[in-house]
DNA sequence: TTGTAAGCGTTATCAA
DNA sequence: TTGATAACGCTTACAA
């Protein structure tokens, strides 16, 4: 490995001035300094990132913290963020699960931002005492170090239930995600105060994950019970479209018998027949924002929490109760009804 | 921040007796070890990463480099690697884009897993010539330092090509990838070897991207031609599903006038209607290897190419030409006819 | 304009 | 079993 210190040597100077030429310092002469920088490149010199790193203690690395790798929502969400990354002169690495933790309180990283709700709070707010910036994308957390960027859950989730009140259903299924998950909790109060404003409306809360399996599941429950026209509100698109799939097995149709909606809008949502209804976002905002702010604060400026706006999609998976014949589910041939 | 010399300094022992303590090395007393332990706890002690790995001259860290972070093929394909990793006490970051190709040379990785044809050959050489360790998953790249870990794309497209043939297809359009995609050189190359074996058939070769864009563009110059039963093979399913969907708008019936096969077998697959047929891997397992295979390689053992062996998918978007009407095409009404 | 030297937080060699 | 001490490669006062 050639460190400036060969090149010093080489070129008959002090490493201070090799150092102060390499990094652009003008105290250099440009005749010593075109010296030094051909042979760096003739010798191949690369920087030592670590060596730099323990110095000048900062890594202009900010990382991202993701609970999986899969997941349809991450790839607009991370270019966002690298793409304000990189003009800014950081570079973003993607980590996930315990083990790499680590890397923001070994100073790895300068910053991290968390879309991962198996990181636990607390362990979160520890890092913030000591100092690290963090950025929240899937929690409510004070503390001076962290900020948040969140998705505005609760004017989706009304938008979502007003849409299909507005289409005249009066009783809804409303499939959660999993315990510990924010944006659930979030969605999940707001379906209650509109479902609480509405005298006549009733609604029934299935517990769900946030996955396919979450959404076949509440299928099968609902299956089970099935007697009028109904709606669906899966509090994701992932388990809508595990649900539908479900439902796709059944007598039941989707967007007659039963409407579905979702949330997040991602891309398999489109591709779903009949096509999904959902709540939309831009993943690639979110994503620049978060990655924004967290510059902000490593740089010491100040910020305020921020909120992602969110619109609705409509889709055939949504048409009203009304469109259903009022005989037609009865009609489906009793030994094929078996499921329901 | 907290320093084993702080520690020392509390416990009233040298640094090196701190540095012992805390890597469990033998050399130290129970008691003093625990003694100090119990310290560097209080003080909320955390090693810093750049100082071990200056020191060390390695991170315990392996990245893997991706074109972009959307994709469908990459969520197993790193979780596979992730496991891996994690079990070699390794860490795993996801980069892209080239500003940060520089971890690799800078040492801020101790090897790196390439699946990015944007990455230059010439540049990647360059660092295993310096002696940096690489495993490539896009190309065939000769040398010490570097290991492959393939598809079998020609027992892929081969397969393809012979699951249209068997159907009774004598017309094929091919949809290639980019220029610069070794997968796409790969294929086409099998693609071109099994239809010239076969006397009777016709093969068209469409200039794609691997996008759904490309899929798209290359329906748009079927629909322009067509005049009789054809079938598609393109060679990724994001193109195969672009195609489907431009198709869908057309007169035309995946399944019925036009056969669609893809390659890669990613989740949408499933989902579009006909289901499209493709060609699968295991993703996870190619990632899984593409780990192991780089963590030897750091390691100084000896390891061979390695190859991820194919299936074929079957799905509804191919039946064979017979299955169309000899009437059923001409039998469209003429103003719809409109596009072909 | 260039050089000297201290120090970032570790690890590891060698003495004690 | 422990302690001094010299690196690792770099940045940056301060001196020349």
Redesign the pocket.
Known sequence: ?V???DIAKKAG?????V??A??GNN???D??RSKILAIAKEMNYV??AA??T???RESRILGVFLTDFSGDVYGDLLSGMKAVCNTHGYDLIVCSGKQSHRMLPERMIDGAIILDHTFASEELIQYADWGHKIVVLDRELKHPNINQVLLDNKAGATLAMEYLIEHGHKKIYVVTGPEGSFDSVQRLKAVRQVAEREADVEWIEITGDFEKSGGEQAAEQILETYNEPAAVFCLNDEMAIGLCDRLAQSELQVGQHIDVIGFDHIELSNYVQPKLASIDYSKRKWGALAAEQLIKIIAGEPVDHERIYVTLIEGESVTGPNQVDADDVKSVPQERAVNY
Not at 13 to 17: K, L, N, P, Y
């Open positions: 490995m460190s400036i210190k100077v002090s490493i201070s001035t150092s102060y390499l990094n105290k250099v002469t005749e010593t920087p030592n060596a730099r323990l110095k000048k």
